[in-house]
């Protein structure tokens, strides 16, 4: 059973930093890409960034390029998700999940899972 288990997330102020974590289990870790996205209140899941197999490769959601950076250990089975400078606007419960379907580079929930409880991150003013 394939099971990704969220943590780090917390509230902080604008302009801080947080390292969210992903642990994974039940599956090959190495052989997926990983994805993290986002979901604020009343909208719709939104990607975030997503990482290569290796992790020598990675994409981003405009809003976060420059701020967020995605990496993985393979040996750990555990993608992170390093974020800086926070916005209010980054406010959301963040989850990770597998590429299942889709080539790399898609941004659609649709091709990712499974997804698990998520971690709630809150940026105040």
């Known amino acids: 059973q394939v099971q990704l288990v969220e943590s780090g997330g917390g509230l902080v102020q604008a302009g801080g930093s947080l390292r969210l974590s992903c642990a994974a289990s039940g599956l090959t870790f190495r052989s997926y890409v990983m994805g993290w996205f986002r979901q604020a209140p009343g909208k719709e899941r939104e990607f975030v960034a997503a990482?290569?197999?290796?992790?020598?490769?990675?994409y981003y959601v405009d809003s976060v390029k420059g701020r967020f950076t995605i990496s993985r250990d393979n040996a750990k089975n555990t993608v992170y998700l390093q974020m800086n400078n926070l916005k209010p606007g980054d406010t959301a419960v963040y989850s990770c999940?597998?590429?299942?379907?889709?080539?790399?580079?898609?941004?659609?929930?649709?091709?990712?899972?499974?997804w698990g409880q998520g971690t709630q991150v809150t940026v105040s003013l």
């Open positions: 999940a597998a590429l299942v379907k889709g080539l790399y580079g898609t941004r659609r929930p649709a091709d990712f899972g499974p």
């Open positions: 990482i290569s197999w290796s992790g020598d490769t990675s």
